[in-house]
């Protein structure tokens, strides 16, 4: 019998580093760093329900939810991993309110910075639901020294790389590179290692599933309730009614969908006029990936990743997914309905 060749992540991003005659290795040293990290956090995301890590942790984080323990472990697992890396000269977290400028010599002189949501979807930890950290890799614009806020407020078109971790049935780190395809690698736990399971990973464009939570169906913009209403028609040329599928883990739902074909949506909505999610922690890096695997990220009305941040917690309404249904889903939205029924 013949065995195929497994690649790890490390020999993979070794494989890429050396397509490229002026890599320095400091990216590729940063994206096995943040995989080593993910094996940590994975293996207590594992043991959540036999140890005595599940609970809140006894403080909110910056947007005034709840922290869970196992958030901070993420969180504290990752930002050590990046600041002994030598290779990143600081992170934004969206565990904490600011960002955490790194001090050491060889970090002042690094040239990239890291945006995380350490451990997306935490609400559903407790019920054994996947759950996932995101990442956003950007060169700083600042010179060498210590990093500063505009390292961080990047648009997302300016980043360099990005990728999430998913704890679930299996453990899966997805990422991309500037001007490469998207690949996941599946952890193999007997040997320890990510190895190469989805190569080079396209959203087909024409899904037919929907992600929101339409417990909010009240507060949403008519154009959004319209949109659903389109999703739940009956239409065979359409292939409709579409499925509807939410866990209430942005990377879970994310993921799916990105296999399988579908469109995610945190839209703005009464109370919420930018909506729930994070642009730098979690918008910016899913629409990165999501349009390197050939689909497109949109607040209802421009490319997610020409939002001008300004400041580091900023929310921003997104659809998400397949190319065809966020166009779809597009044509629904009306810059002024949105406003209108927003603020
Ligand atoms: P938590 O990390 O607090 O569970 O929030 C997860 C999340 O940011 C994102 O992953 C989900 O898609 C979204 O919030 C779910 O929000 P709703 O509960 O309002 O649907």
């Not at 980043?159 to 500037?178: D, E």
Request: with cysteine; glycine share 8%.
């Amino acid at each position: 019998m013949i065995l195929n060749k497994v690649v790890t992540l490390e020999e993979f991003i070794v494989k890429q580093q050396k397509s490229y005659p002026d890599a320095t290795g400091e990216l590729s040293g940063l994206l096995r760093d943040i995989g080593f990290a993910a094996k940590i956090v994975n293996r207590e995301v594992n043991k959540a329900g036999l140890v005595d890590i599940l609970g809140i942790a006894g403080h909110s984080n910056s947007s005034g939810e709840e922290v869970k323990k196992l958030d901070v472990f993420a969180h504290e697992q990752y930002i050590r991993a990046l600041r002994t890396s030598g290779e990143c000269c600081g992170v934004a977290s969206e565990e904490s309110e600011s960002y955490i400028a790194f001090e050491r010599e060889a970090a002042q002189n690094a040239k990239y910075v890291v945006c995380i949501d350490p451990l997306d979807g935490s609400s559903n930890i407790d019920v054994n639901v996947s759950i996932g950290t995101i990442f956003a890799i950007y060169k700083r614009v600042s010179d060498a020294g210590i990093c500063d806020v505009n390292d961080f407020l990047q648009q997302g078109n300016r980043l360099v790389a990005a990728g999430y971790v998913i704890y679930g049935s299996s453990t899966m780190l997805v990422y991309t590179t500037i001007g490469s395809k998207v690949n996941g690698f599946t952890l193999d736990p007997s040997i320890g290692e990510f190895c190469l399971s989805h190569p080079n990973l396209s959203i087909p464009s024409k899904g037919r599933i929907y992600s929101i939570n339409e417990s909010y169906w009240h507060r949403f913009p008519k154009a959004v309730n319209d949109f659903i209403v389109y999703c739940k028609g009956e239409d065979a040329s359409t292939n409709r009614p579409y499925s509807s599928r939410y866990i209430g883990s942005m990377v879970a739902d994310f993921h799916r969908n990105l296999i399988k074909g579908g469109i995610f949506i945190y839209p703005a909505m009464r109370g919420y006029k930018n909506g729930k999610l994070r642009l730098l922690f979690e918008c910016n890096p899913m629409a990165f990936i999501v349009e390197h695997a050939g689909g497109k990220a949109s607040n209802g009305t421009s490319r997610i990743l020409d939002i001008v941040p300004t400041e580091l917690h900023q929310r921003t309404p997104i659809f998400i997914g397949s190319k065809e249904m966020v166009e779809m889903a597009e044509q629904f939205i009306f810059e002024g309905e949105l406003a209108a029924v927003c603020c």
